[in-house]
């Protein structure tokens, strides 16, 4: 049985379509901490605000039970940010589980010569009001957030198995763990960051394998299987 | 890096599919669960579902589409028609819709944008704006085009992203169904105004004016309907071109 745990961050069934998808219905949303500690593997979703988020995992006594847990334990996007040791999102100290910090991505521009403005993104800083021209230079503006699909590289565990290289995920997100030396997969917006993280029986992935298509199926797949 | 999305429109009324395909294979062309279905496997990156039912029954169906929608479909999906409230939203929502576009609702009531967005997030509101070129200026649409509105784009579109909404669905009323290409500076131009993606929609009729928007339009993102429907550019050619042409896509 697959435990997802409830700390009431809203809708799941996107999670739980994709489970059913490969094949798994065997599963229950809960905050029971018998039910967490005895299920098979875990999931914890998140969506919100980090620090909104840890509050209402504290407020169950959730925070101190999941990095005890023993079995394998899937973190998605928020979720995976609780489990490092902080976000920037809320300045807010997370479960410490993966030993790397929560930042926020800072929109950037790049100009054709490979030149990024210093002071970050001019759609961020100039007063909307600013006069209408049509700049015709090749111009690369990293927004934020960063949704969409992006690669993943430098593939670690057998959470990527039978999963190439460079393959694409889908990300929605304006906060990042950092790499570190539990970065299992990474990304490449506006900087590197860890597209996913592993440490132990935990794992984490910062994109939605959810609505990941077939590569996502797969590593979900692969979760289900360790 | 980040990769530019191609994204297919499917026009659903009374549950199903309208507009004519001829994919090999599908035995139900009108079945909109079957067809996005098709759509993902063939490299789409994300769905748009607009219901044009015009009845209660209608909408209602379209809201038990979703569901089955997102049990089929491992792609994010967006939905839209007839959203004028937060309960509509929220009943697409708990379908299991990723996104919801709003256009002339949020035209007559743009607390709407709001509402929904500080509620459910932004990533979740797309604003959708059909707008016309009338004595050079470009103007917010309703009923398909045929009533300009006093919402000048770019202030418009640039309220709505103010206002909390995630992404810019433009269709130039001018373009559509033209097949001549998009208007790219407008395109440019907006680009240049705003800080969230947009997504070009409304006059494609070749791969080079996908191409064309998605490079000096500076768009990250192209829709399209009957260019697939009917299977004159199958994605996986298109994706292909685009990627030839040096432009990211997911491939």
Redesign the interface.
């Known amino acids: 049985m697959i435990a997802i745990v409830n700390y009431d961050t809203g809708n799941i069934r996107s999670v739980t379509n994709a489970l059913a998808r490969v094949g798994c219905t065997d599963w229950v949303y809960t905050d029971d901490k018998r039910l967490l500690t005895t299920a098979d593997k875990v999931i914890l979703p998140g969506v919100g605000e980090a620090s909104t988020a840890m509050a209402k995992l504290a407020e169950r006594g959730l925070d101190s039970l999941i990095p005890t847990l023993t079995q394998p334990v899937l973190g998605i996007c928020v979720g995976t940010q609780l489990m490092c040791q902080s976000s920037e999102e809320g300045d807010v100290d997370c479960m410490g589980i993966f030993r790397t910090r929560v930042k926020k991505f800072i929109c950037q521009q790049t100009t054709d010569n490979g030149q990024q403005s210093p002071s970050g993104c001019t759609h961020c800083t100039e007063p909307a009001n600013k006069p209408l021209t049509v700049d015709r230079r090749p111009l690369t503006i990293e927004k934020v957030p960063h949704m969409g699909w992006n690669q993943i590289t430098d593939l670690r565990t057998p959470l990527f198995n039978h999963i190439d290289e460079g393959a694409y995920i889908y990300y929605v997100h304006s906060y990042y763990p950092e790499l570190c030396d539990d970065t299992i997969a990474t990304s490449h917006y506006i900087n590197a960051f860890s597209g996913a993280l592993g440490r132990d029986n935990f794992f984490g992935t910062q994109f939605h394998p959810e609505k990941s298509g077939a590569i996502g199926a797969q590593i979900l797949k692969n979760f289900l299987e360790l | ?3 530019k ?1 191609i994204i297919p429109c499917l026009d659903v009324k009374d549950g199903r599919t309208v507009k004519g395909i001829n994919f090999e294979g599908l035995r139900d062309v009108g079945d909109a669960v079957a067809l996005g279905s098709q759509y ?1 496997r063939e490299g789409a ?1 994300e769905l748009v579902y607009l219901d044009i039912s015009a009845t209660r029954e209608g909408r209602s169906t379209f809201t038990h589409l979703v569901t089955r929608i ?3 479909i ?3 999906f967006t939905v839209g028609g007839g959203i004028s409230t937060l309960d509509d939203a929220a009943r697409l ?2 379908a ?1 819709a ?1 996104k919801v576009s709003i256009n002339s609702a949020a035209i007559r009531n743009p607390n709407l944008i709001d509402e929904i967005a500080s509620k459910y ?3 979740f509101v797309v604003i959708a704006i059909d707008a016309k070129l009338i004595d050079g200026r470009w103007l917010a649409t309703t009923h398909g085009g045929s009533r300009p509105t006093d919402k000048e784009l ?1 202030a418009w579109a ?1 309220e709505a992203q ?1 206002r909390g909404a ?2 810019l669905l433009f269709t130039s009323m001018n373009h559509d169904g033209t097949r001549q290409g998009y208007p790219c ?1 407008t395109f ?2 907006l ?7 947009i997504i070009a929609s409304g006059g494609a009729g070749s791969i080079d004016d996908i191409a064309d928007v998605l ?2 339009g ?1 768009a ?2 192209a829709l399209a309907a009957s260019i697939f429907h009917y299977g004159e550019i199958p994605i996986p050619v298109l994706k292909q071109a685009l990627s030839e042409r040096g432009i990211a896509v ?2």
């Open positions: 890096m980040l990769a999305r993902a990156d997102a049990e089929e491992d792609i994010p929502l708990d299991g990723d997030g932004s990533q770019f640039h103010e995630g992404e500076d440019a131009r680009a240049e105004h705003l800080r969230i993606p490079t000096h500076r990250d993102a997911r491939r």
